[in-house]
């Protein structure tokens, strides 16, 4: 951000790429702050670019509060990424006065100096609106469904029922603040939902009465911290039979269709139908986005690189937004006017029969006549002030308890709603649970109805668990009574943190902002034996982890309390089903074996059927908000039931990766037959299963070469055919035949520029099958990089698991180029050029492609014809420099004749020899290359040997690791060592022949 109105974003993938945005504002809060004593976050200097809470307050708050005194309705949102700095804006934290309560106080301090014949009205109301179901924040009586809202032709859309509190201070709305937060973190940790999946809505409804001028303005204020605005990759619905939520991101959705259409009416264009009813939120704001009102729009960005396109699209959403054009205008009346409005809603809230029955405060309520308003508005603030009086003296209370008694402090994921509840430990034992009999009313996700025991005696505190109830300390799972020191971290249920503050005399000027939620997550992480390091971050030299693991890191320290939550809404809705967390070792699926990246996945069991699919990161988390909405509906009490297609708990029966196989080629570079048992790791690592295969150089009639056909140097295959055949021979000891002998498996593999993996058939309910599958390939023209991938890669051979119901993976080969004699074609670079001149029937392929083999076979022909003729042209030149040229000026022609008849017979003499030394050496690289496939299986193995979780194990684990690198070395040194030998020995052997040939 160069200037305070422009917006530059640099594509990290590709530097030279930038796009640069206008605003009316723009403002860099990143860097470049210093805090000063009351921890305001003030610039560090002068010249610094950095925005403070004060200068975003000045620039927008001012605006509203300029707006509401003179009569306009204003609102102001809050658009971006979750952690983008939303609610950061809109709220703040700690000292960092955010632009709601900085907009609220400046209105009372305002209303103080106000006229004397000019009477200020605030009331105060504060929602919440989660998957299209509104909450009232002020309201501790909960609605099943949430709240209804209702159309009316002169109010418009309005929340019906929603509490308005009246409010004569800052204070009161402070407290109101907190009162709201404090309900809408109960509601967040009964159903663990995260408040970034949320909007909240505050409204400040200000009248002002000029009692000398029978004259009144209103204005309404709209102040709204949007749901997080990830698009629908980042969350998850993408590559999943069933989409997001449905209502998660309804709101959202329709909030940008709206903004849309509004700005392309700005523009011109014609707009049929602007959708403010698809969605709660778009109705509710329908006036504020395009109606009768001043509206601003906060878009929130990350200067982080990995959130690259989430920040360009937020920044589009607005550039969106600023086309849009409101035509507010003042909304005055006189008190008559107002008088006869007031009768009118509620003729239509009532009912012209009904009238009669209602309360007579309830009438004047509204508005019969400018002395019954005045009357009105003094009984609600009459009735306000008694429930301040009591909540007053609530919140003196709880401020004396939290000085006196040790307790717990409730830790989210949002530190907005951090350090709200708290729950205090007195003298002698308590129950905490879910039961409303329980000292300790706790709610969220696996919290029995008797928990946990909390005990307060001789100065100390002690915490039990329940039976079998879940309660972590630390990080580590604790089963008996356990003593609490002073900032212990407690995990009740599934994910329900809380901090333990001590007694007083145990506390000091501790900084409790340190122990935030991913503090508890990585501790419970360590505690697992979960880390960077056994994930496998290798330093990248300057002593930092590779960022690629660090990622997939933070992802899994992301999802572990996600599947902590999905666990226990599987168990308590009956689903039998258990996720675990696994990491995907990408370089599995690498030909050359390289530590590329990593990827976590979910591994999903159903532990009745035993049935098991593997969910990607986006499709769990996904699911898992699906599994909220039908929680919810338990717990509301409804039918649970859903149709199996609609149900986030099933899937449809799927073939299962179980592990890769490395067969490296090299030896195939070198014409050499290869047949090994090799491993198919899984993604722990670990051994799944044994492979029996063959890779062998044949003929085009497909007969195996023998030891004559091998080279010494790959290149000198270069240009020439080469066929061979693959072997998938048997598949021994796969675990997951062994845990279910009814289930089948499958093998894939794809080699070089195949477009389409091979697969062989399925095999059902057999122990070790024999599977039998030879496949023959031909590289017409063998190019040098094919060549190059020959020695340097390997072939990888996929382990499918095949369960009760699911397809089969498709053997079909669409795609692929065959040879005459029904070869599949590898290396097919040049023939595809050749293929894609002009355009082709089948008939025309099917004749070029035999014009091509004739012409492959005639050039090798010619190849050898003329490597032959060079061999007997070196041969008679070496004859002839033997002979000297005296003697042969000499001799006569038929005498030269013989002589090079003789000079020929000692050639083919010598030739076997030099051939069996050829051979000897094909076959010491025979050797070491079958060696080496198995030095290179051993190190693979040895790259994803992991550590155990269990301690105890910690110690074999080591002796085998050791015993392995011994192995290994062992064997490679050995290897060279034969190698070196044989080498040495058929050289001497070479020199010596040609040294007796001379």
Same mark, same amino acid.
């Given at each position: 951000?160069?200037?305070?109105?422009?917006?530059?974003?640099?594509?990290?993938?590709?530097?030279?790429?930038?796009?640069?945005?206008?605003?009316?504002?723009?403002?860099?809060?990143?860097?470049?702050?210093?805090?000063?004593?009351?921890?305001?976050?003030?610039?560090?200097?002068?010249?610094?670019?950095?925005?403070?809470?004060?200068? @975003?307050?000045?620039?927008?708050?001012?605006?509203?509060?300029?707006?509401?005194?003179?009569?306009?309705?204003?609102?102001?949102?809050?658009?971006?990424?979750?952690?983008?700095?939303?609610? %950061?804006?809109?709220?703040?934290?700690?000292?960092?006065?955010?632009?709601?309560?900085?907009?609220?106080?400046?209105?009372?301090?305002?209303?103080?100096?106000?006229?004397?014949?000019?009477?200020?009205?605030?009331?105060?109301?504060?929602?919440?609106?989660?998957?299209?179901?509104?909450?009232?924040?002020?309201?501790?009586?909960?609605?099943?469904?949430?709240?209804?809202?209702?159309?009316?032709?002169?109010?418009?859309?309005?929340?019906?029922?929603?509490?308005?509190?009246?409010?004569?201070?800052?204070?009161?709305?402070?407290?109101?603040?907190?009162?709201?937060?404090?309900?809408?973190?109960?509601?967040?940790?009964?159903?663990?939902?995260?408040?970034?999946?949320?909007?909240?809505?505050?409204?400040? &409804?200000f009248k002002q009465v000029f009692l000398d001028r029978d004259l009144t303005k209103q204005s309404s204020i709209n102040l709204v911290d949007?749901?997080?605005?990830?698009?629908?990759?980042?969350?998850?619905?993408?590559?999943?039979?069933?989409?997001?939520?449905?209502?998660?991101?309804?709101?959202?959705?329709?909030?940008?269709?709206?903004?849309?259409?509004?700005?392309?009416?700005?523009?011109?264009?014609? @707009?049929?139908?602007?959708?403010?009813?698809?969605?709660?939120?778009?109705?509710?704001?329908?006036?504020?986005?395009?109606?009768?009102?001043?509206?601003?729009?906060?878009?929130?960005?990350?200067?982080?690189?990995?959130?690259?396109?989430?920040?360009?699209?937020?920044?589009?959403?607005?550039?969106?937004?600023?086309?849009?054009?409101?035509?507010?205008?003042?909304?005055?009346?006189?008190?008559?006017?107002?008088?006869?409005?007031?009768?009118?809603?509620?003729?239509?809230? #009532?009912?012209?029969?009904?009238?009669?029955?209602?309360?007579?405060?309830?009438?004047?309520?509204?508005?019969?006549?400018?002395?019954?308003?005045?009357?009105?508005?003094?009984?609600?603030?009459?009735?306000?002030?008694?429930?301040?009086?009591?909540?007053?003296?609530?919140?003196?209370?709880?401020?004396?308890?939290?000085?006196?008694?040790?307790?717990?402090?409730?830790?989210?994921?949002?530190?907005?709603?951090?350090?709200?509840?708290?729950?205090?430990?007195?003298?002698?034992? #308590? +129950?905490?649970?879910?039961?409303?009999?329980?000292?300790?009313?706790?709610?969220?996700?696996?919290?029995?109805?008797?928990?946990?025991?909390?005990?307060?005696?001789?100065?100390?505190?002690?915490?039990?668990?329940?039976?079998?109830?879940?309660?972590?300390?630390?990080?580590?799972?604790?089963?008996?009574?356990?003593?609490?020191?002073?900032?212990?971290?407690?995990?009740?249920?599934?994910?329900?943190?809380?901090?333990?503050?001590?007694?007083?005399?145990?506390?000091?000027?501790?900084?409790?902002?340190?122990?935030?939620?991913?503090?508890?997550?990585?501790?419970?992480?360590?505690?697992?034996?979960?880390?960077?390091?056994?994930?496998?971050?290798?330093?990248?030299?300057?002593?930092?982890?590779?960022?690629?693991?660090? /990622?997939?890191?933070?992802? %899994?320290?992301?999802?572990?309390?996600?599947?902590?939550? /999905?666990?226990?809404?599987?168990?308590?809705?009956?689903?039998?089903?258990?996720?675990?967390?696994?990491?995907?070792?990408?370089?599995?699926?690498?030909?050359?074996?390289?530590?590329?990246?990593?990827?976590?996945?979910?591994?999903?069991?159903? &532990?009745?059927?035993?049935?098991?699919?593997?969910?990607?990161?986006?499709?769990?988390?996904?699911?898992?908000?699906?599994?909220?909405?039908?929680?919810?509906?338990?717990?509301?009490?409804?039918?649970?039931?859903?149709?199996?297609?609609?149900?986030?708990?099933?899937?449809?029966?799927?073939?299962?990766?179980?592990?890769?196989?490395?067969?490296?080629?090299?030896?195939?570079?070198?014409?050499?037959?290869?047949?090994?048992?090799?491993?198919?790791?899984?993604?722990?690592?670990?051994?799944?299963?044994?492979?029996?295969?063959?890779?062998?150089?044949?003929?085009?009639?497909?007969?195996?070469?023998?030891?004559?056909?091998?080279?010494?140097?790959?290149?000198?295959?270069?240009?020439?055919?080469?066929?061979?055949?693959?072997?998938?021979?048997?598949?021994?000891?796969?675990?997951?035949?062994?845990?279910?002998?009814?289930?089948?498996?499958?093998?894939?593999?794809?080699?070089?520029?195949?477009?389409?993996?091979? %697969?062989?058939?399925?095999?059902?309910?057999?122990?070790?099958?024999?599977?039998?599958?030879?496949?023959?390939?031909?590289?017409?023209?063998?190019?040098? +990089?094919?060549?190059? %991938?020959?020695?340097?890669?390997?072939?990888?051979?996929?382990?499918?698991?095949?369960?009760?119901?699911?397809?089969?993976?498709?053997?079909?080969?669409?795609?692929?180029?065959?040879?005459?004699?029904?070869?599949?074609?590898?290396?097919?670079?040049?023939?595809?050029?050749?293929?894609?001149?002009?355009?082709?029937?089948?008939?025309?392929?099917?004749?070029?492609?035999?014009?091509?083999?004739?012409?492959?076979?005639?050039?090798?022909?010619?190849?050898?014809?003329?490597?032959?003729?060079?061999?007997?042209?070196?041969?008679?030149?070496?004859?002839?420099?033997?002979?000297?040229?005296?003697?042969?000026?000499?001799?006569?022609?038929?005498?030269?004749?013989?002589?090079?008849?003789?000079?020929?017979?000692?050639?083919?003499?010598?030739?076997?020899?030099?051939?069996?030394?050829?051979?000897?050496?094909?076959?010491?690289?025979?050797?070491?290359?079958?060696?080496?496939? @198995?030095?290179?299986?051993?190190?693979?193995?040895?790259?994803?040997?992991?550590?155990?979780?269990?301690?105890?194990?910690?110690?074999?684990?080591?002796?085998?690791?050791?015993?392995?690198?011994?192995?290994?070395?062992?064997?490679?040194?050995?290897?060279?060592?034969?190698?070196?030998?044989?080498?040495?020995?058929?050289?001497?052997?070479?020199?010596?022949?040609?040294?007796?040939?001379?």
């Amino acid at each position: 951000m160069h200037s305070r109105t422009t917006t530059t974003i640099q594509d990290p993938k590709n530097p030279e790429h930038m796009k640069t945005f206008t605003f009316d504002l723009a403002y860099w809060s990143h860097n470049g702050f210093q805090v000063d004593q009351d921890g305001v976050f003030i610039s560090a200097d002068p010249n610094s670019i950095f925005a403070s809470q004060r200068d @975003v307050f000045h620039d927008l708050g001012r605006g509203i509060l300029d707006s509401a005194w003179q009569g306009y309705n204003a609102t102001l949102l809050a658009y971006g990424q979750t952690g983008s700095g939303k609610s %950061y804006s809109m709220i703040g934290f700690g000292a960092n006065k955010g632009i709601i309560p900085n907009v609220c106080e400046e209105l009372f301090q305002a209303v103080e100096n106000r006229e004397r014949n000019q009477e200020c009205q605030v009331t105060f109301s504060m929602l919440e609106i989660y998957n299209e179901q509104v909450r009232d924040l002020l309201s501790r009586t909960k609605k099943p469904g949430g709240l209804k809202v209702r159309e009316d032709q002169q109010l418009g859309f309005y929340v019906e029922g929603l509490k308005s509190v009246p409010c004569e201070n800052y204070a009161q709305i402070e407290r109101l603040m907190e009162q709201g937060t404090k309900i809408r973190t109960t509601a967040s940790t009964n159903m663990n939902v995260s408040s970034s999946r949320s909007h909240m809505v505050i409204t400040i &409804q200000f009248k002002q009465v000029f009692l000398d001028r029978d004259l009144t303005k209103q204005s309404s204020i709209n102040l709204v911290d949007l749901a997080g605005s990830e698009r629908q990759k980042s969350s998850g619905s993408e590559g999943d039979r069933l989409k997001e939520g449905s209502r998660v991101n309804l709101s959202l959705t329709n909030l940008g269709n709206v903004i849309s259409a509004l700005a392309d009416a700005a523009v011109g264009k014609k @707009v049929l139908h602007i959708p403010y009813r698809d969605s709660v939120l778009t109705k509710l704001l329908q006036s504020a986005l395009g109606g009768n009102s001043r509206t601003a729009l906060i878009a929130a960005i990350s200067p982080a690189d990995i959130c690259y396109e989430e920040t360009l699209s937020t920044l589009r959403y607005a550039e969106r937004a600023k086309k849009i054009r409101n035509k507010a205008v003042v909304n005055t009346s006189t008190l008559m006017r107002e008088s006869r409005a007031e009768n009118s809603k509620l003729l239509l809230r #009532c009912g012209n029969s009904r009238i009669t029955e209602q309360p007579a405060y309830s009438l004047a309520e509204h508005g019969l006549g400018p002395r019954a308003r005045q009357l009105t508005w003094a009984h609600l603030r009459a009735q306000a002030r008694k429930e301040w009086r009591r909540l007053y003296a609530a919140v003196a209370q709880e401020r004396q308890m939290v000085k006196t008694f040790p307790h717990l402090l409730n830790v989210n994921e949002d530190p907005q709603l951090t350090g709200v509840l708290k729950y205090f430990i007195q003298a002698g034992s #308590c +129950d905490a649970g879910q039961s409303a009999s329980n000292a300790i009313t706790l709610q969220g996700l696996g919290i029995s109805d008797k928990h946990a025991s909390f005990t307060n005696l001789d100065g100390q505190v002690a915490v039990t668990p329940h039976s079998k109830c879940k309660v972590v300390v630390n990080g580590v799972p604790i089963t008996t009574k356990t003593r609490l020191q002073h900032l212990d971290r407690i995990i009740l249920g599934s994910n329900s943190a809380y901090l333990y503050i001590g007694f007083p005399s145990e506390r000091g000027n501790e900084d409790l902002g340190r122990f935030d939620y991913d503090f508890f997550q990585l501790e419970r992480a360590a505690a697992e034996g979960v880390s960077v390091d056994k994930l496998g971050a290798g330093n990248s030299g300057d002593g930092k982890a590779d960022p690629s693991v660090l /990622a997939v890191f933070q992802d %899994y320290i992301k999802l572990m309390p996600l599947v902590a939550e /999905a666990n226990q809404m599987s168990e308590e809705l009956k689903k039998e089903l258990k996720m675990e967390l696994k990491v995907k070792n990408l370089a599995s699926s690498d030909s050359r074996g390289y530590d590329l990246q990593k990827e976590v996945m979910v591994k999903v069991t159903n &532990q009745r059927t035993h049935e098991v699919w593997m969910w990607s990161k986006a499709k769990f988390i996904n699911r898992k908000f699906l599994m909220e909405e039908l929680y919810q509906r338990f717990l509301d009490g409804e039918d649970r039931h859903v149709a199996q297609e609609d149900d986030p708990f099933w899937d449809p029966a799927e073939a299962v990766h179980l592990g890769s196989a490395h067969i490296w080629l090299q030896s195939l570079a070198y014409c050499m037959e290869l047949e090994e048992q090799v491993e198919f790791l899984n993604c722990d690592g670990l051994e799944e299963a044994l492979l029996h295969v063959h890779v062998t150089p044949c003929s085009p009639a497909g007969q195996a070469c023998g030891e004559e056909h091998v080279v010494t140097d790959p290149w000198e295959l270069l240009g020439k055919r080469m066929d061979f055949q693959i072997h998938i021979v048997r598949c021994l000891g796969a675990q997951w035949l062994k845990e279910d002998a009814e289930r089948g498996i499958q093998m894939g593999y794809r080699i070089y520029d195949l477009p389409h993996t091979l %697969y062989t058939k399925p095999v059902w309910k057999v122990m070790n099958p024999q599977i039998e599958e030879s496949v023959q390939f031909t590289a017409l023209n063998a190019s040098q +990089d094919f060549l190059n %991938y020959l020695q340097t890669n390997a072939l990888i051979v996929d382990l499918w698991g095949l369960q009760e119901g699911c397809t089969a993976l498709s053997c079909s080969q669409p795609g692929l180029m065959v040879t005459g004699e029904g070869h599949i074609l590898v290396d097919t670079k040049k023939t595809a050029t050749v293929m894609d001149m002009g355009q082709t029937t089948p008939t025309q392929t099917s004749e070029l492609y035999l014009k091509l083999l004739k012409l492959e076979r005639e050039t090798e022909l010619l190849r050898n014809i003329n490597r032959a003729l060079r061999e007997e042209n070196v041969l008679l030149r070496e004859s002839l420099e033997k002979t000297g040229p005296s003697q042969q000026a000499h001799m006569p022609p038929d005498t030269l004749k013989i002589s090079g008849m003789s000079t020929d017979r000692e050639m083919n003499q010598i030739c076997p020899q030099r051939a069996s030394y050829d051979g000897e050496f094909a076959k010491a690289l025979k050797v070491f290359y079958q060696s080496m496939n @198995v030095a290179r299986g051993q190190f693979l193995k040895l790259r994803h040997h992991k550590p155990p979780e269990d301690d105890r194990m910690l110690r074999p684990f080591v002796h085998q690791q050791s015993q392995m690198l011994r192995d290994f070395g062992d064997l490679l040194e050995s290897s060279l060592w034969k190698l070196k030998n044989d080498v040495a020995l058929i050289v001497k052997k070479k020199r010596e022949c040609l040294l007796h040939s001379e």
